[in-house]
């Protein structure tokens, strides 16, 4: 899907009740979660990164940054809780009629930076794509 208004539905619907729409809820960006992503040290690698190699169409609004490829649908909605910035990533499969929200991660304090958001984001979309290989050689198979 790549029609704009209707990805705007959609994500309206999503963040209405995101709770209930995250498969995983919401995942906080921490040090585990770094580690886990080998990201502790991701400010020292060098400015050319070959992992960062997705290309996607770019929406703009006041409200959110919306990112649609072929695969993929992800918006990145900045927002404020208790008047400390907060950034929602919402991670979303883009092969049915409609996106199917895949995972949501949230940034804030010292984790709430550009790069970071870049770097977890880009893990995130290796581990659903690997998991769809996967689970499309399965299919495969059973067939």
Known sequence: MDDI???DEVYNKFITNLEDWSPEGITEVNLKLLQ???LLHYHRRESHD???TRYFHVVETPEKITLVNEQFVVWIVPDK???LPVTYILIALN???IPHLEIVFQTQGIY???RLVLRVLEKYLQEIHETEDLLSHYKKKVS
């Open 81 to 83: 809780i208790e008047n």
């Open 36 to 38: 886990s992503f080998d």
């Open 5 to 7: 208004s209707q990805l």
């Open 50 to 52: 070959p992992g960062l």
């Open 112 to 114: 709430n930076s550009s």
């Open 95 to 97: 092969k049915d009629s």
